[in-house]
């Protein structure tokens, strides 16, 4: 099936900067991607979508100047959590739509922000 | 906005005994989506059910989508320690500009005792 790659798995960083996660789809174009938060034993709260070479739609109550998303090309998306905070601190997780499988999500293996 | 309700929340079983959760949308969905996640992975795709009415089996696993398009389940027979896990459905709007954005619902923590 198809993969996507999402790194880092986990960071810890200080209160006030930035961090930027990735998400690929290794074998497959991915038009649009999702960005998740799940906190723990929680669902899934999707963020953002993601849509390649056009602005990012985002959720209602998700801070589109906190949570940059970049989806420059087929096969990459961009977020970056600015100036976090322990608030911030959860389970990120994308997850690219592939056309070619009828809307299936092929999701990354997240990563766990842990702000300090 | 959409919502998409799931029960129960927890379920414990003993090895053997089956399981069932149950997914309730707000509107109509286009289509449903199941998803297995283990502890600490990411989701991962199970099946997608788009016809009303429709029924299908994987093994152990039966998923079914209601006539009007709007709840589902999902149906463990004889549950095994290696169907721990929490199971997520997931509901795409039906047209519009949704279309193919999932709302997934809380997800249901199965715990198999052996």
């Known amino acids: 099936g198809a993969v996507v790659s999402q790194h880092p798995s986990w960071v810890i960083c200080k209160s006030g900067t930035s961090v930027k996660i990735e998400c690929r789809s290794l074998?497959?174009?991915?038009?649009?991607m999702f960005w998740y938060r799940q906190f723990p034993k929680q669902s899934l709260m999707l963020m953002a979508t993601s849509n390649e070479g056009s602005k990012a739609t985002y959720e209602q109550g998700v801070e589109k100047d906190k949570f940059l998303i970049n989806h420059a090309s087929l096969t990459l998306s961009t977020l970056t959590v600015t100036s976090a905070h322990p608030e911030d601190s959860s389970f990120y997780i994308c997850?690219?739509?592939?056309?070619?499988?009828?809307?299936?999500?092929?999701f990354g293996s997240g990563t766990q922000l842990s702000v300090l | 906005g959409q919502q998409v309700m799931q029960i129960p929340q927890y379920q414990h079983v003993q090895e053997g005994e089956d399981f069932t959760t149950y997914c309730n949308s707000s509107?109509?969905?286009?289509?449903i989506q199941w998803y297995k996640q283990r502890p600490g992975g990411h989701p991962v795709f199970l099946i997608q059910?788009?016809?009303?009415?429709e029924v299908k089996k994987q093994k152990r696993l039966t998923f079914q989508f209601g006539e009007a398009k709007k709840n589902s389940s999902l149906h463990i027979t004889a549950t095994q320690t290696t169907d721990v896990g929490t199971y997520f459905c997931a509901g795409s709007n039906a047209g519009g500009t949704s279309y193919g954005k999932l709302t997934f619902g809380q997800g249901t923590i199965l715990t198999v005792h052996p």
């Open positions: 074998d497959f174009q991915a038009t649009t």
């Open positions: 509107t109509t969905l286009s289509n």
């Open positions: 059910l788009v016809k009303s009415g």
């Open positions: 997850s690219a739509r592939s056309a070619a499988a009828n809307e299936k999500l092929f």
